[in-house]
């Protein structure tokens, strides 16, 4: 495993060293010249690897013992896409560009953030939007630089699109655990909103006078009966065998419906 690393490490320091490797290229240098867009696409790339490399050494936890080279095949295989490519200025041999870059999303990335919108936020840092199965970035402004040899090309201030990248590589390499752990944390929660509900309305019932119980218990019970059939029933959100998110929907449906009995019989929700 880690003889992979150390191999990651040589070729992407060789490569950031000169971020697009060797160019040709005869045309006038602008930033939409063919070499200086590749030079944006292979620099993101790289910078993503960089991260991986990093974390997987630093928070080995994260990856849940997964070879490093999955993450990185995940990475090179993200298609990036640069349009729109404008040179606003030229000063001293820099360039500043604007451009829109795209990262399109595998479906095991779009698949966790369906289930788990929350990890959208980590992936459309820097004004990324999400569209039609890719993150995008309209206007990015970036700026580009020629070496003496006129074939190096140096890319600067693209500060987290890479970032992205990465992140979007994990999520889809993570997919299962992410998915599986998210979903069994949502559903202890779910089980315990309603568990705590229950237990209050039981205290509140076993509180009211005998006169009041006993004038309400074919009411209670009629209740009782109506959260079931409407809510499904509590044994099936207990089965394993029960579809996930209808487990979940059952408890929230239950504990919805309880909090308002809770109200009803004078109860504080709060």
Request: net charge neutral; hydrophobic share 35%.
């Amino acid at each position: 495993m880690f003889k992979g690393i150390l191999l990651l490490t040589s070729a992407s320091l060789f490569s950031l060293s000169a971020h697009a490797g060797f160019f040709g290229g005869g045309d006038e240098f602008k930033c939409g010249r063919d070499d200086a867009v590749k030079a944006v696409q292979d620099y993101i790339k790289n910078e993503a690897g960089a991260k991986l490399q990093n974390y997987y050494i630093t928070s080995p936890a994260a990856f849940h013992n997964k070879d490093i080279q999955e993450f990185q095949s995940k990475i090179d295989s993200i298609p990036m896409a640069i349009s729109n490519v404008s040179t606003t200025s030229d000063t001293d041999g820099t360039l500043n560009c604007s451009a829109t870059l795209s990262a399109q999303l595998p479906p095991e990335t779009l698949a966790v953030i369906k289930s788990n919108p929350e990890y959208l936020s980590s992936i459309i840092s820097d004004n990324g939007k999400l569209n039609n199965g890719k993150v995008v970035w309209s206007n990015y402004s970036y700026s580009l630089s020629l070496a003496d040899n006129k074939k190096d090309i140096s890319v600067n201030k693209i500060n987290y699109i890479q970032n992205a990248l990465y992140q979007i590589a994990v999520l889809a390499v993570n997919k299962d655990y992410i998915i599986d752990s998210n979903f069994n944390g949502k559903l202890l929660n779910a089980r315990n909103d309603y568990a705590r509900s229950d237990t209050y309305l039981n205290d509140i019932w076993k509180n009211l006078p005998d006169s009041i119980k006993a004038s309400m218990k074919k009411s209670q019970q009629t209740w009782v009966g109506e959260k079931a059939l409407k809510c499904g029933k509590l044994s099936d959100a207990n089965m394993e065998t029960t579809p996930g998110q209808t487990r979940i929907n059952i408890y929230d449906c239950q504990t919805k419906m309880t909090n308002e009995r809770i109200t009803f019989l004078g109860g504080d929700n709060n």
